[in-house]
């Protein structure tokens, strides 16, 4: 699967974007999405995961209640809404897929180990 990222961009704090994750080459329900963040000299860290049915949905605790991940398998994409923004969100924001129809409707990875497929990263900047 290929997949392609977009959406990011410059905002001020307390302000909003939504990230979009286009997925091509597979069938895209059979795949549990995730979203990771890169800030520069860090390591990627999880934000949210949903799986492949939508029906089970994770966050990391530092983005819990201000990001809400979701997925439409009729346009094969993954979205990430980021509300409440905050400097420190500022990342460059990566999607992830992993095949996961062994593991349930409800299934969902939150570490980068688990996830097979990257796509390029949008950057997000949050200005204070």
């Known amino acids: 699967v290929q997949l392609q990222a977009s959406g990011g961009g410059l905002v001020q704090a307390g302000g909003s974007l939504r990230l979009s994750c286009a997925a091509s080459?597979?069938?895209?329900?059979?795949?549990?999405m995730g979203w990771f963040r890169q800030a520069p000299g860090q390591e990627r860290e999880f934000v949210a995961a949903i799986s492949r049915s939508g029906a089970g949905t994770g966050y990391a605790d530092s983005v819990k209640g201000r990001f809400t991940i979701s997925r439409d398998n009729a346009k094969n994409t993954v979205y990430l809404q980021m509300n409440s923004l905050k400097p420190e969100d500022t990342a460059v924001y990566y999607c992830?897929?992993?095949?996961?129809?062994?593991?349930?409707?409800?299934?969902?990875?939150?570490?980068?180990?688990?996830?097979?497929?990257w796509g390029q990263g949008t950057l997000v900047t949050v200005s204070s």
């Open positions: 992830a897929a992993v095949l996961s129809v062994p593991y349930g409707y409800a299934w969902y990875g939150t570490k980068r180990s688990q996830y097979d497929y």
């Open positions: 080459g597979s069938t895209f329900s059979n795949y549990a």
